[in-house]
Nanobody, 122 residues
Framework: VQLQASGGGLVQAGESMRLSCTAS????????MGWFRQAPGKEREFVAY???????TYADFVKGRFTISRDNAKNAVYLQMNNLKPDDTAVYLC?????????????????WGQGTQVTVSS
């Protein structure tokens, strides 16, 4: 499956942004989907995933602020980000695995999108 992330940009702290990840080649309903992020000089870190059943898991640092959702009819997964902070600045990447459940490890995913830059100013 080919993934394309979009929706990034520059916002001020406290504002919201929605990222999209669209797929081509196969239906996303057959994948668990994850969002990761990578800031300059830092390792890639888990943000959230949506299992094929629709169950979701979040990193502790985004609980209550970010929401992952999927629209299988549009073959898309979204990451709604509210109350953004400067520490959220990173390249955000979406990933897919054919496993039933997602993973908090980047090693658990076989397909990756190219990433979209999110910059939060203070």
């Amino acid at each position: 499956v080919q993934l394309q992330a979009s929706g990034g940009g520059l916002v001020q702290a406290g504002e919201s942004m929605r990222l999209s990840c669209t797929a081509s080649g196969r239906s996303l309903s057959t994948y668990a989907m994850g969002w990761f992020r990578q800031a300059p000089g830092k390792e890639r870190e888990f943000v959230a995933y949506s299992s094929r059943s629709g169950g979701v898991t979040y990193a502790d640092f985004v609980k209550g602020r970010f929401t992952i959702s999927r629209d299988n009819a549009k073959n898309a997964v979204y990451l709604q980000m509210n109350n953004l902070k400067p520490d959220d600045t990173a390249v955000y990447l979406c990933a897919a695995t054919s496993n039933w459940y997602g993973s908090t490890s980047s090693l658990g995913y076989g397909s990756w999108g190219q990433g979209t830059q999110v910059t939060v100013s203070s």
